[in-house]
């Protein structure tokens, strides 16, 4: 060995541990310069940061960022190499949703978007392109088209209504827990509405699992690594697109054919050949794989969306029995499933209550209660702090839900009745479907599907929660749903269930 490496060899163990602690320094330093005078620990962990509290609690991890933010309005945090700040105050939140250009604010879906969700998704879009997409887009939620969906979401509402029903009836003395059953609902309504008669059986067996790997690498560390969690939701995301992508050129060609749609994709198509007719060239965005992956976003956003505001519907209506026998009373009113008649859309637009009341659970329990962005240029939040550039930021219309509004803290209806008009009064609070540019296009259809559930679900069957310790607390699923997964007795109400045809 040579007289340098002899030298050098006893020195190793100290020259690492320098190494190390330099690290550390420096990375607490550029947390530190970056926090300057912001509300948030001052201390936190090389790399990982405040993720593990993050991943075990999120519910906990959320709350204390709220209280830091009480009194200016944000606070500042440090997850896995990513400074993150979390916006409480409502006029903050509008600020940056208002700001969403290539100069100021980037959707990203997700802290690691770009990793899990690809790096053509219609969430990075901005500017003139997101535009464009939107008004492709916009024929997917006409009246025409939310009544063909209402037909679609009615018919599976019952089939697995009556699923669960008969589940309970195995046990009745034991309660079922409805967070997988309302998921499976919600995935197969989505599938239907969304792409229809193009996803065989087997490709929706393959879809489930697929996304069920989504699902879980969404709420994981993410260690893109073969094994991880995160690795096989990228994956899941590449086949679910791929599998969207031939759906979307399976709907192309029947609506070349003139077929009439029967599903959003079909929807969107016809206008898509209708625009090529009339110009002569496809609009910008609108290839069968950029197609594919705007599918992908809006099951996205529907599939663990609705699923927490059914649970949480469920669970609101059985707290509060007032709430119950005026829904129950109205929708008697209004349709009979005697009938076997599907329920109409001008019968849904009489259920005012029914829309109140799932309006409200909307503004309770908004069901995304965070919507990331990244900080493309450092962005002057307040007149003391700028948001550096590369930060994740957090505006949370869960807390948005609770400002401005009369007794907040209250599950009450009433207060969207045309009375009191707090839709209108409070309407920069409500923040659930986000706003600005990117405000949720499908917002009716989430409506109309919540409305639907409601009022079959308190017609059809009666049912009561197992009520333990803690079952009603938030847990991030990755939406929030209720602790125990939502535990219900269920049983029969009316003689007859409707025969509903299309």
């Excluded at 060609?253 to 029967?262: A, C, I, K, N, Y």
């Excluded at 659930?432 to 409506?447: D, I, K, S, T």
């Excluded at 535990?487 to 109400?493: D, P």
Aim: proline fraction near 6%; aromatic fraction near 12%; charge should be neutral.
């Amino acid at each position: 060995m040579s007289p340098i490496l002899l030298f050098l060899a006893p020195l190793v163990p100290f020259l690492v541990t320098l190494l190390v602690f330099t690290i550390i320094f420096f990375e607490q330093v550029s947390y530190l310069r970056r926090k300057r005078n912001a509300h948030g620990p001052n201390v936190v962990l090389p790399f990982v940061g405040n993720a593990i509290s993050l991943i075990r609690n999120p519910t906990k991890f959320w709350e204390v960022q709220a209280q830091l933010s009480s009194s200016v309005g944000f606070s500042v945090n440090y997850v896995i190499g990513r400074f993150i700040v979390f916006v409480r105050n409502t006029e903050l939140s509008h600020l940056i949703f208002a700001n969403v250009r290539p100069d100021a604010f980037m959707s990203i879906g997700h802290p690691f978007g770009k990793k899990i969700f690809g790096e053509h998704n219609m969430i990075y879009l901005s500017g003139q392109d997101h535009k464009d997409i939107r008004r492709h887009i916009a024929p997917n939620f006409t009246p025409k088209a939310l009544s063909t969906y209402a037909g679609l979401q009615q018919l599976i509402i019952l089939e697995h209504l009556q699923s669960w029903e008969r589940l309970s009836a195995v046990s009745p003395a034991e309660p079922i827990s409805l967070r997988l059953l309302a998921r499976d609902l919600n995935l197969e309504t989505s599938q239907t509405v969304f792409v229809g008669r193009y996803l065989s059986s087997e490709a929706r067996e393959r879809f489930r699992v697929d996304y069920n790997h989504f699902n879980t690498g969404l709420t994981t560390i993410p260690f893109d690594l073969p094994g991880f969690a995160f690795r096989k939701a990228k994956l899941g995301y590449e086949r679910l697109v791929k599998m969207l992508t031939d759906c979307a050129a399976q709907s192309k060609t029947r609506m070349l054919e003139g077929d009439e749609p029967s599903c959003l994709i079909d929807f969107w198509m016809q206008g898509l050949v209708r625009v090529t007719a009339e110009t002569k060239r496809e609009p910008p965005h609108s290839t069968e794989e950029e197609i594919g992956s705007y599918l992908f976003d809006f099951l996205f956003a529907a599939q663990d969306a609705s699923t927490s505001s059914l649970l949480w519907a469920v669970t609101l209506l059985d707290s509060h029995p007032d709430v119950l026998r005026k829904v129950r009373e109205e929708v008697s009113r209004i349709w009979s499933p005697e009938s076997d008649a599907l329920i109409t859309a001008e019968q849904l637009r009489e259920m005012k209550y029914t829309q109140a009341v799932a309006r409200e659970v909307v503004r309770y329990r908004p069901p995304a209660t965070l919507v990331p962005h990244m900080v493309m240029e450092d962005f002057l939040l307040t007149e003391s702090y700028t948001i550096p550039k590369g930060t994740v930021v957090f505006p949370s219309v869960y807390e948005s839900s609770f400002q401005g509004f009369t007794e907040a803290d209250h599950f009450d209806p009433e207060r969207f009745s045309e009375e009191r008009q707090e839709d209108v009064i409070f309407k920069r609070n409500y923040l659930a479907f986000g706003a600005g540019p990117h405000q949720c296009v499908g917002q009716r259809y989430a409506l109309n599907h919540l409305v639907l559930f409601i009022a079959m679900l308190v017609t059809l069957l009666d049912f009561k929660r197992h009520r333990t310790d803690g079952c009603d607390e938030i847990v991030y699923t990755p939406t929030i749903s209720p602790k125990d997964g939502c535990k219900v007795f269920l049983s029969k109400r009316c003689p007859n269930h409707p025969n509903f045809s299309l």
